[in-house]
């Protein structure tokens, strides 16, 4: 199974990198080479690519970082959970967790031309060896509880499913990770259940 990119923000599609699309998790970062897949796919290091990772690091320093951030990915679960049911509170220990963390690594400015051939002032990651490119995801972590609304971090409503997403439609009415998926095994089950004479 290849990582989904549907939680509409890096740090969801993080969590999101041990679904369980049949009750069982799937662990989809298992090793320092597919973590490193996950970061180039994810775009989270522009300047380069997995196999260049790899090649600079080797792959047990890989296999290291990827072990300390399946380990973040479960504590941020569970922080992103609690955050969200109470955005008010201190959490003093989790912000010295994350800043820890993105300290390990250093972001320079850089100036690019987007598409539309503007300007825009983005930030850059300084990786040295593999123990810093937690900064990295650490980062998003810190990046979606600063700038998301947290009741528009949702779950996905789907039986089962574990998937997490930011709801950007303007109703706020997101509720599936994905409309093919979940969204339709949920309008079979109701059309079932209108067929079974239940419903109400
Ligand atoms: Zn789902």
Not at 21 to 32: F, K, N, S, T
Not at 34 to 49: G, I, K, V, Y
Not at 167 to 172: M, N, P, W
Request: aromatic letters at 8%; one cysteine or more; proline letters at 5%.
């Amino acid at each position: 199974m290849k990582p989904l990119f549907l939680g509409s923000h890096p740090a969801l599609d993080f969590l999101n990198t041990r679904p369980t699309p049949r009750g069982a998790p799937i662990e989809l970062v298992g090793d320092g080479t597919s973590f490193a897949a996950w970061l180039d796919d994810a775009r989270l290091l522009p300047a380069t690519t997995a196999s260049a990772l790899k090649r600079r690091f080797g792959a047990a320093a890989l296999d290291e970082a990827a072990a300390e951030a399946r380990d973040l990915r479960e504590w941020a679960r569970d922080w992103i959970a609690r955050w969200r049911d109470a955005p008010g509170g201190a959490y003093k220990t989790e912000l010295r967790r994350l800043n820890q963390l993105m300290a390990r690594a250093r972001c320079y400015p850089e100036l690019v031309i987007t598409k539309d051939a503007g300007f825009q002032l983005t930030d850059r990651w300084r990786i040295d060896s593999a123990d810093e490119l937690i900064a990295v995801v650490a980062a998003q972590i810190a990046s979606l509880v600063a700038t998301e609304e947290p009741a528009l971090v949702k779950r996905c409503a789907g039986p089962g499913c574990t998937l997490w997403f930011v709801d950007r439609t303007k109703a706020h009415s997101r509720l599936f990770c994905s409309a093919t998926v979940c969204g339709n095994r949920a309008k079979v089950a109701a059309f079932r259940e209108r067929q079974r004479g239940g419903g109400d």
